[in-house]
């Protein structure tokens, strides 16, 4: 029984610290899972490009086994970005046989429209992106044609505005250390209240 608003007070923050968190997904999973996003490809004549996700939810490989001088292969979400925050992610871009046709090969992502390019021509290359992002905007990934080009991304995190329940082991952390605290708590009270309640007998 809690007899003070102390007490409850700190009842009320224990039961907060233990529903919810609101993490950031560190994967491609959550909102940003496989289902949620639109694999683009193409095949012509000359050869084909790949999104390939059997690497999920950590890799994404996009390809271009091909011949021909220009061709793309992308991986858009399908909806927009949930929450505001940041998206990062690692990237790998290389291209062995860089085309003659004058198009650019290149390994980019679009975020709201603007497209950014992080590894092009010749590989290979290969980096980090940390970037603020805004509830609303929308986001792909894009490799842009080539022979055996490859783009790869790791490390993919972005704020999913998803409620999760913590894992079993941080349940069992900070509820110990909850009734721990309370109880001390209430030893230290006890005593002065049995006091007061003998005095005035």
């Given at each position: 029984?809690?007899?003070?608003?102390?007490?409850?007070?700190?009842?009320?923050?224990?039961?907060?610290?233990?529903?919810?968190?609101?993490?950031?997904?560190?994967?491609?999973?959550?909102?940003?899972?496989?289902?949620?996003?639109?694999?683009?490809?193409?095949?012509?004549?000359?050869?084909?490009?790949?999104?390939?996700?059997?690497?999920m939810p950590n890799t994404l490989v996009l390809r271009t086994f091909t011949g021909c001088a220009n061709i793309s292969s992308s991986y858009t979400l399908t909806g927009n970005i949930p929450a505001n925050g940041t998206l990062s992610f690692s990237w790998s871009y290389d291209s062995t046989s860089f085309n003659d046709a004058g198009v650019v090969t290149s390994g980019?992502?679009?975020?709201?429209?603007?497209?950014?390019t992080l590894g092009s021509n010749d590989g290979p290359q290969s980096g980090t992106v940390s970037i603020p992002v805004v509830a609303g905007q929308t986001f792909s990934?894009?490799?842009?044609?080539?022979?055996?080009?490859?783009?790869?991304?790791?490390?993919?995190?972005?704020?999913?505005g998803i409620i999760s329940v913590p894992a079993l082991d941080t349940w069992a952390k900070v509820g110990l250390a909850g009734l721990l605290g309370w109880t001390a708590?209430?030893?230290?009270?006890r005593p002065r209240g049995l006091v007061n309640r003998q005095s005035r007998g």
């Open positions: 029984m809690l007899h003070s608003r102390k007490d409850r007070r700190f009842a009320m923050l224990l039961s907060a610290a233990l529903l919810v968190c609101m993490p950031a997904r560190a994967d491609f999973s959550g909102s940003y899972a496989p289902a949620n996003w639109t694999p683009f490809t193409q095949t012509f004549g000359c050869g084909s490009s790949q999104v390939n996700t059997a690497g980019s992502y679009t975020l709201a429209g603007v497209t950014t990934l894009t490799l842009n044609g080539s022979t055996n080009a490859v783009f790869t991304i790791t490390n993919f995190n972005a704020p999913s708590a209430w030893a230290l009270r």
